[in-house]
């Protein structure tokens, strides 16, 4: 099975860039799509499809993906933006799928 | 306003069988797979399973295969996850979410996803 893999914590100083990464074996040749989960509720897409946005996410957010690394980028980090982050991908094979996640990255702002 | 609303926490013992519920609304209930995601206590997310209620074809993760059933009721826009045994390392937060899917090379995503139902197994 397809295993996605992301460093536990991460940790910026507000109005500094964030840059949490996602690794998988050609995840470049897959779709992206990550999740904010702040604590105690319920998990949030912030991107989806590699780099794009929902209505409601602020531009600060922004995704990209090549080769075995995808990338979720904030921008000029503030307080709300700690949470835990979760990058997702669809594994599918000819007679099962799957939606597979990261294990999560903890945003501390400092 | 797509929405999933889940039903409340629930406390049980080991041994005992337990259903929880998720309810849509806002959209066309059929047309869209909804899936369960696990979250034990201080851990990530768990894929467990899918559901499409527009004829019911259902899919599990192999982790979940066989220790739980999905199922959906499309008269009352509602889809359910259901143990026969609970165990304490059943003790989680429990999601269900609505996949979306795009692209001439799928992939798909959860969004929106319910506000979680706590289920805590304990003697």
């Known amino acids: 099975s397809y295993v996605l893999t992301q460093p536990p914590s991460v940790s910026v100083a507000p109005g500094q860039t964030a840059k949490i990464t996602c690794g998988g074996n050609n995840i470049g040749r897959k779709s992206v799509h990550w999740y904010q989960q702040r604590p105690g509720q319920a998990p949030v897409v912030v991107i989806y499809y590699d780099s794009d946005r929902p209505s409601g996410i602020p531009e600060r957010f922004s995704g990209s993906n090549s080769g075995n690394t995808a990338t979720l980028t904030i921008s000029r980090v503030e307080d709300g933006d700690e949470a835990d982050y979760y990058c997702q991908v669809w594994d599918s094979t000819s007679d099962h799928f799957s939606w597979v996640f990261g294990g999560g990255t903890k945003l501390t702002v400092l | 306003e797509v929405q999933l609303v889940q039903s409340g926490a629930e406390v049980k013992k080991p041994g005992e069988s337990l259903r929880i519920s998720c309810k849509a609304s806002g959209y066309t209930f059929i047309s869209y797979w909804i899936g369960w995601v696990r979250q034990m206590p201080g851990k990530g997310l768990e894929w467990m399973g899918v559901i499409y209620p527009g004829d019911s074809d259902t899919r599990y993760s192999p982790s979940f295969q066989g220790q739980v059933t999905i199922s959906a009721d499309r008269s009352i826009n509602t889809t359910y996850l259901q143990w026969s045994s609970l165990k304490a390392s059943d003790t989680a937060m429990y999601y269900c979410?609505?996949?979306?899917?795009?692209?001439?090379?799928?992939?798909?995503?959860?969004?929106?996803w319910g506000q979680g139902t706590l289920v805590t197994v304990s003697s």
């Open positions: 979410a609505r996949s979306l899917v795009r692209g001439v090379v799928i992939t798909r995503w959860f969004d929106p």
